[in-house]
């Protein structure tokens, strides 16, 4: 299963279960719509946490190789 971290606001944080094309995708869309949530999870926990993209955030996208 396909990992990625996501930095935003200096804090790490995971998706799981999607490429990365796919993510970008996602939020590309999100920020030509005007801004959006993004479900994310925080690192070693399981319920979604949930951060607002609007323009000007910063997100870093960071690709977890498979072991």
Same mark, same amino acid.
């Given at each position: 299963m396909e990992r990625i971290e996501?930095?935003?606001?200096g804090r790490d944080y995971i998706v799981v279960g999607r490429k990365l094309s796919q993510l970008r995708d996602e939020i590309w869309a999100m920020m030509r719509g005007g801004g959006g949530w993004l479900p994310v999870r925080e690192p070693g926990? !399981?319920?979604?946490?949930?951060?607002?993209?609007?323009?000007?955030? !910063?997100i870093d996208l960071h690709p977890i190789p498979e072991s």
């Open positions: 996501v930095t935003y606001g926990e !399981r319920s979604d946490v949930h951060l607002l993209l609007t323009r000007g955030a !910063r």
